[in-house]
């Protein structure tokens, strides 16, 4: 890939906030290099990813993908105007290691660096697909380590959440009953198939947090153990009584539950809010079920969808350089070298 000179600003991304290292380059909203390697089968054998396994993973990733990304792009690493990585939310050990490397090179380089948030930059690869983000916005993020309902008014400075997981993200719940119906991790993709062939009314699993209660006081949160335990408890049930389990039909009524409550909610904040935008982004974006849901529900309410191809939704670099992008073509002046790795950055600081 490489791109024709232009006055938009060339800008390198590095993400490590988890399993995979990304590195990309883009020019503008144009993604013009891209690679990423991912840790994910390392931590397969136990079921969730491990810290210290993705930490190390990153080290060694970490050069050859800049290689890889910097021969796509056709341009070598001193051509970037800008450094943007990803500073937090995420695992501190992951974080250290993309914010090490990027310091560095704004070091030798003599390049500025942006510190960004690691959601804002989700919601930012939507840019590289369907071109300027409409403002506001409400965004809705679920993975495997973020489920968060937020309102972005400004991508490169006024980010707002409206509401996130009280428990499980999403992912992580899916990636918990694939384990309980023997599928291999990550989950959600086994469960995603073999729902396919199962129904999605033929078990009632409860809707966490949508009582009228709880509409009260988590009106916009989220809540995945109670549906990951009632998973649990009906399946139990069906191996006691020596029944078999229709994985298909738990499978498919499980997803819908997820999907039911997570387009819900979102519509529901796009109403009240008066906003006719909703975007979509996360690993767990590529489900059917939700992917469905989602339309038909926009669609009944009147909301534009965006939902990016999946290689944006889950971590990537592309979107950190996209989001860094954002702030140099805005001017914002760029993050202190001494610029932490934040394992709990708060959603509002999109720049750290
Ligand atoms: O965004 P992502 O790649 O990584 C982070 O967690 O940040 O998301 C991974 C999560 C995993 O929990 C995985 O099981 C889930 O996304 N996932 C899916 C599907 N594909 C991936 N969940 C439901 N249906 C899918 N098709
Ligand atoms: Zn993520």
Redesign the pocket.
């Known amino acids: 890939m490489s791109d024709a000179t232009t006055d938009e600003p060339l800008v390198l991304g590095i993400e490590s ?4 290292t990304g590195v990309a380059f883009v020019r503008g909203t144009t993604l013009v290099g891209d690679a990423l390697a991912s840790s ?1 089968d390392e931590h397969a054998r136990f079921g969730g ?1 491990v810290p210290e396994v993705a930490s190390r993973a990153h080290l060694e990733s970490m050069i050859p993908m800049l290689e890889r990304a910097s021969a796509e792009a056709g341009h070598r690493l001193d051509d970037v105007d800008a450094i943007a990585v990803t500073s937090g939310p995420g695992l501190a050990g992951a974080l250290m290691v993309g914010v090490a490397s990027a310091k560095a090179l704004a070091l030798c380089l003599d390049k500025p660096l942006y510190g960004v948030n690691h959601l804002a930059a ?1 919601v930012c690869a939507d840019v590289l697909d369907h071109g300027p983000l409409p403002e506001p916005t409400v965004a809705l993020l ?5 489920t968060n309902l937020l309102v972005v008014r400004d991508i490169a400075s006024d980010v707002e959440e409206l509401g996130s997981t009280i428990d499980d ?7 918990k009953v ?1 384990r309980v119906l023997g599928l291999p ?9 073999a729902a396919r062939d199962g129904d999605p009314e033929a078990i009632a699993f409860p809707r966490g947090l949508t009582s009228r209660k709880d509409m009260e006081r988590h009106r916009f949160d989220y809540s995945f153990s109670g549906l990951k335990t009632a998973v649990v408890r009906w399946v139990e049930a069906r191996e006691r009584a020596g029944e078999p389990v229709p994985v298909a039909d738990v499978a498919a009524s499980f ?1 819908h539950a ?1 999907a039911d409550v997570l387009t819900r909610k979102a519509v529901l904040a796009c109403t009240e809010l008066g906003i006719s935008d909703l975007q979509i ?10 992917r469905e849901l989602a339309e038909k529900r926009c669609a009944e309410a009147g909301i534009r969808l965006r939902v990016p191809r ?1 290689r944006l ?3 990537n670099g592309a979107m950190v350089a996209a989001l860094g992008s954002q702030m140099v073509m805005r001017g914002l002046p760029p993050s202190d070298l001494a610029l932490p790795a934040d394992s709990s950055l708060p959603v509002a600081s999109v720049q750290a």
């Open positions: 906030s988890c399993d995979e994910v990813v989700h679920v993975s495997g380590g973020h993200a999403a992912g992580e719940a899916y990636d694939a991790y990550p989950g959600g993709p086994h469960i995603d198939r997803s997820v982004g996360g690993g767990v974006t590529a489900n059917t079920q939700l999946i939704c889950t971590d």
